[in-house]
C-alpha cells in the first residue's frame, strides 16, 4: 500500500502543466516582445506554453518563443485567471523569426506536429479551455497556409478524429509572468518537464522533418 501511495503522488506531481508552480522570477530577454527589424512574428496556442515554447525555440530561423496569453476577452490576464477559464485566453507563445530562414508554413507544420489537434481543449493531461488549439493569423495569407495545412492533414487521414483547432484573426498577446518563460530550461528537474515536456518535444524532435539548430 505504501509503494501504490508513492507511486500515486509521483504521477500527480506531474499530472498537469497548470498544477505546477514555481518562484523562481528571471530578467529574460525575452521580455521585450518588440520584433527586431526584418523578423516576422507568429503566435499559436497548443496546450501547455512550456512544451510550444522549446517546440519553436528548437528550430533555425527562429531567435524566441515567448510564453504568454492570447485569444481571451479579459485585458491583462493573469496566470491564475486564465487557469479559471473565466478569462477566454489560452496559454500562447509568440514566436519571433527571420522569414528568410523559416517560413510562416514550416511554423505551421511544427505547429500540428507537435500537438494533437483533433482533442478539444485538452492536450494530455492539462484540461480546460486554456489548453485549447489556436492559429492565429495576421493577414489572409497566413489564414490560407493555415487552413491548406488542415485540408492536407485531414485529406491524408492523419488522425482518426477531426481537427478542432482554432484558426482566428490575432489581435492581442500578453507575456505571462516571468517564471514561466524559458522554464524548462530553467527548471529541468521539475517532475512535469521530465516526465512530460522533454518527452513530447522529443517525439517531436525525431518525427518532424525540419531545420533545428
Known amino acids: ?3 501504490l501511495f508513492a507511486t500515486i503522488v509521483a504521477v500527480m506531481s506531474f499530472i498537469s502543466c497548470a498544477q505546477t ?18 523578423e516576422a512574428v507568429a503566435t499559436f496556442a497548443e496546450g501547455c ?3 510550444a515554447e522549446i517546440v519553436f525555440q528548437s528550430l ?36 519571433y523569426y527571420d522569414s528568410s530562414v523559416i517560413s510562416f508554413e514550416t511554423l505551421v507544420d511544427a505547429f500540428f506536429a507537435s500537438q494533437d489537434p483533433t482533442t478539444l481543449n485538452r492536450q494530455g493531461n492539462d484540461v480546460g479551455t486554456e489548453y ?13 497556409i493555415i487552413n491548406d495545412a488542415i485540408k492536407k ?14 484558426v482566428v484573426p490575432f489581435t ?3 507575456p505571462a509572468e516571468d517564471y514561466h518563460q524559458e522554464f524548462i530550461k530553467l527548471n529541468p528537474g521539475n517532475s512535469y518537464v521530465k516526465n512530460v515536456s522533454i518527452p513530447d518535444f522529443l517525439k517531436f524532435k525525431k518525427e518532424f522533418k525540419g531545420n533545428f539548430k
Open 172 to 174: 492581442k498577446f500578453y
Open 21 to 38: 508552480q514555481s518562484n523562481n522570477v528571471v530578467d529574460i530577454e525575452s521580455g521585450n516582445i518588440t520584433p527586431n527589424k526584418k
Open 49 to 51: 506554453f512550456w512544451h
Open 153 to 166: 492533414l485531414t485529406d491524408a487521414k492523419k488522425y482518426k478524429n477531426k481537427i478542432v483547432t482554432e
Open 132 to 144: 485549447r488549439s489556436i492559429a492565429f493569423y495576421r493577414n489572409s495569407r497566413e489564414k490560407e
Open 1 to 3: 500500500m505504501k509503494s
Open 60 to 95: 533555425k530561423g527562429v531567435r524566441d518563443a515567448v510564453s504568454g496569453y492570447a485569444g481571451g476577452h479579459t485585458k491583462n490576464p493573469d496566470y491564475e485567471t486564465v487557469c479559471t477559464g473565466s478569462t477566454g485566453h489560452a496559454e500562447t507563445v509568440q514566436v
